[in-house]
């Protein structure tokens, strides 16, 4: 990632600012590594960036299946996001995450950040 891109920025302020807590849960996690399949990062870079969040995030079991999303596979960030009480998930997606269907404000990388807890997509 470019440095100049907005979601390296978000990840690069939470790890060496600690400007919010990242919630994740093992659904998220998975969703994350899928991607990075798909997009064809190397195995190693894969383990990398996703311990990162499996040390680092504070990992919640989200209680209840939301079907909040249009896009199933987005549904695990939303109920992670609800029942993690997240302030705010940022998102390049913000389609697929009804803000009113939400209590998290929806966001995208590179918009102001307000303190709290969130739940980051992709």
Known sequence: MSPDNPSAQLLRDWI??????WIVSQETL???KAVLRRLKVRRETIGLLINLPSEEAELISPRTTTKISPDPADDPFCACAEDGAADFLVTLNPRDFP??????KVLAPGRP???GRISKHR
């Open 113 to 115: 950040l307000p303190s």
């Open 30 to 32: 998975a969703e994350y």
């Open 16 to 21: 060496e600012r600690g400007t919010f807590t």
């Open 99 to 104: 803000q009113a269907a939400l209590s998290a």
